[in-house]
């Protein structure tokens, strides 16, 4: 974010204070710095090394920090913070085990694509390297999983690592970035400046295409008889999803969407045909198995979406891929097209002369297969289904709710059957598939959109690994309503046993799970069940009429699984489908 943007948010005279050239301590610079990239709420957990800096928060007004009860619920609230707003997410740790805690929210943004700032606490200088108490090499250990990362050895260069933190995350292909504050650092003083230029040398996004490519494209789908739009990410990230309906209603090209392209493409589109890959629709995958032009926007070619990659695509003469990060092109699948830049940029000069496709009878046969092969469950009256639970959801949302999923069966049915129209209203772990994600990522959204319903759609088991944050529910009365798909078992590990494993059901039995009604209503959040339809319609609507934080048990039966799957291994065209 540039200091200009942030300088609106900020109360009228705050930012002339802050940029005042006092004598600082490197806590009150971190915190200065923080309010002027216009940060609003820091998630974070003291300890130690990072004592100076809850220091200078205490009785600082402007400075908004939320203690989580966990490290890894903190990281992942500012990464729901992230994906809902698409403004950085800021999490602080102390060194060794709080800074280790986060490793795997790290990781999990890294590998979606989510600009966080990640600020840890090290150890001073002077016993950096000799197993000091509480030390931890965070640089090497999240070297990896970081697009970027810092340890500041002199407080004067902390304010440009700042600046350049946030300028680094937020901009061409988003990712986290470490800053790591050795204790002595944030403690010695200096004349505080902040950068207004960030200059970084061999660093330099490429944002506007070439054009050339993008005529190339635009020919490609003059002479392409069957093409197929695969949608992903980056359209999110880049806040292109006008620019792709443009392009899609110019061009009259099918589009299916990943789990983490939904919402980026209106579901209620005559053009959108479902996610693809192993839960995706049969619509979706044939349309990718048959295409003669295959254009991927902002998508990576994930196993989950290609499954074999020998059989992927067949048909596809021409595979064109317009992505911000040139490493993404021909990493997985060969590409004939590559378009790189800022995807919003891509379609805008796309759309100047963008025509329709010859496409008529291709689209025919797709709106037929999409009427001949919705997805659909076998629904029963005598008990609750899951997938009948989410379209109460989406029914009585009308599709506006901000939902986050944690990972398992629930999330596959959430994307299957929640319909999205907007882009950042689905938040889910896709590329790390983390599991304990969704709650805490949900309390992240929640403070970035404090006047939008948000639900968070959890899994009986990745329920039980961030409910400690429950806590921050009850006290701030954070009105996210929890809900657990509750199957007493992890499910989608027990739907690879049954398809796989000839039904050795081997360690997914959930039972001492504790009464999530209780275990609500002793954080001091009303707790509610349901195990019929009738009940679910009931304790649902009491949740969505009570203003603060719910957690509803839906109860499920173990058995029901996820289809349409492709099982790992098979292609696109092997799907096993809902039998009639
Ligand atoms: C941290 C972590 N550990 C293990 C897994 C592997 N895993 C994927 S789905 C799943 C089962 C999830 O069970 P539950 O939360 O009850 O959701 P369900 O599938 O039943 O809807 C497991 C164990 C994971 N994704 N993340
Ligand atoms: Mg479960």
């Known amino acids: 974010m540039s200091a200009q943007s942030s300088a609106i948010l900020l109360k009228e005279g705050l930012r002339e204070k802050l940029l005042k050239p006092d004598y600082l301590s490197g806590s009150e ?5 923080l309010l002027l990239e216009g940060v609003d709420c820091v998630f974070g957990y003291p300890g130690g ?3 100076y800096m809850y220091d200078a928060m205490y009785g600082n007004e402007d400075f908004h920090h939320l203690l989580t ?3 890894q619920g903190a990281i992942h609230a500012a990464d729901g913070y992230a994906r809902s707003t698409g403004k950085v997410g800021v999490c602080i740790a102390t060194s060794g085990p709080g800074a280790t805690n986060l490793v795997t929210g790290i990781a999990t943004a890294h590998m979606d694509s989510i600009p966080l700032v990640v600020i840890t606490g090290n150890v001073a200088t002077s016993l950096i390297g000799t197993d000091a108490f509480q030390e931890a090499d965070i640089m090497g250990i999240t070297m990896p999983i970081t697009k970027h990362s810092y340890q500041v050895r002199k407080v004067e260069d902390l304010a440009g690592v700042i600046r350049e933190a946030f300028h680094i995350a937020s901009t061409g292909r988003k990712g986290p970035v470490l800053i790591d504050i050795p204790k002595d650092v944030s403690a010695d003083k200096t004349t505080f400046t902040y950068p207004e230029e960030i200059q970084i040398r061999g660093y330099k996004p490429i944002e506007h295409p070439n054009k050339q490519q993008v005529e190339k494209l635009l020919k490609a789908i003059e002479e392409a008889e069957r093409p197929v739009i695969l949608a992903g990410a980056g359209v999110v990230h880049s806040g292109a999803h006008h620019e792709l309906l443009e392009f899609v209603n110019k061009t009259q090209i099918p589009v299916t969407t990943t789990l983490l392209g939904l919402g980026g493409f209106p579901s209620a589109h005559s053009l959108w045909m479902g996610m693809p890959g192993m839960h995706g629709t049969y619509t979706a995958n044939t349309a990718i198995q048959e295409c ?3 254009i991927s926007i902002g998508a990576r070619f994930d196993d989950r979406v290609t499954m074999n990659l020998e059989g992927f695509a067949p048909k596809a003469r021409l595979i064109a891929h317009i992505d911000i990060d040139p490493a993404e092109i021909g990493k997985n699948v060969e590409t004939h097209i590559p378009c790189v830049g800022d995807i919003k940029s891509v379609l805008a000069l796309a759309n100047e002369a963008a025509k329709p496709a010859q496409t008529e009878s291709w689209v025919s046969k797709i709106k037929e297969n999409k009427q001949k092969f919705p997805l659909k469950f076998k629904d029963d009256d005598a008990v609750l289904k899951p997938q009948y639970v989410i379209e109460m959801i989406h029914e009585t949302t009308k599709g506006e709710a901000i939902i986050t999923t944690d990972v ?11 319909k999205f129209n907007h882009p950042r209203s689905l938040i889910t772990s896709g590329g790390l598939g983390t599991m304990g994600f969704g709650f805490p990522a949900a ?14 759609i959890n899994g009986d088991g990745g329920m039980q690994m961030c409910s400690q944050e429950l806590a921050i529910c009850a006290i701030h009365n954070i009105p996210v309503k ?29 039972s001492g799970s504790p009464d999530f009604v209780q275990l609500a209503k002793a954080y001091g959040v009303k707790g509610l069940r349901a195990q019929t339809k009738e009940e679910a319609h009931r304790v649902w609507q009491e949740a969505l009429e009570t203003p603060g934080p719910v957690v509803i048990d839906f109860v499920v039966p173990t058995s029901e ?20």
């Open 49 to 51: 090394a990072v004592l």
């Open 29 to 33: 610079i971190l915190l200065r710095c």
């Open 443 to 456: 309390i992240g959204a929640q403070m970035g959109n404090p006047d939008r319903l948000v639900i968070s």
């Open 69 to 71: 009860r966990h490290e």
């Open 482 to 510: 929890v809900v657990i798909i509750n199957n007493q078992v992890l499910g989608m590990v027990r739907q690879w046993q049954e398809f796989i494993y000839e039904e050795r059901y081997s360690q997914i039995d959930l």
């Open 561 to 580: 699984v996820v289809l349409p799957m492709v099982l790992q291994g098979k292609t696109l065209s092997e799907m096993m489908m809902e039998e009639e």
């Open 292 to 294: 003669d032009l295959l």
């Open 408 to 418: 398992g069966q629930h999330q596959m049915w959430a994307a299957q059957f929640y």
